[in-house]
């Protein structure tokens, strides 16, 4: 397998564990010093915000994946350029401390180095994450 291969296939199984709720699977991927930004206004969406370091980045994962269960994912696009690699993903996701169900779409932007993850910046629908847990 070619070091692009690796690295694609390195992250689908980080999302598939995500999707999973498996949050040692996730972790696997990420490298101990990693980031991790959702995008968006903090003052609008607390959970906006970067994170660093294995410890923050699973606690705000852990959070995550309690409150938002990966229904359906579609990956619509993959790009890879050197050392990041861009993931476009159509997504059915339940809210499940409302039980509400959507389909939104996501774009992760990945950076690796020795092999993990070391930036993970996700763009996200804020305003429908915040209208689901203002709901």
Do not use: C, N
Request: charged share 30%; net charge negative.
């Amino acid at each position: 397998m070619t070091s692009r291969d690796s690295m694609i296939e390195m992250i689908k199984e980080a999302l598939a564990a995500r999707d999973k709720g498996d949050i040692d699977g996730v972790m696997a991927a990420f490298h101990p010093d990693a980031t991790f930004e959702l995008k968006g206004a903090k003052d609008v969406l607390e959970v906006a915000g970067s994170v660093q370091g294995h410890r923050d980045v699973r606690a705000a994962m852990t959070q995550f994946i309690e409150s938002f269960e990966f229904m359906k994912r579609e990956i619509v696009e993959t790009l890879v350029d050197g050392d990041r690699i861009a993931v476009h993903s159509r997504v059915k996701v339940r809210f499940i401390p409302k039980d509400i169900v959507v389909t939104t779409e996501l774009l992760d932007r990945f950076r690796l180095a020795d092999g993990k993850v070391v930036e993970l910046v996700e763009f996200a629908d804020t305003a429908l994450i915040k209208q689901l847990v203002s709901a």
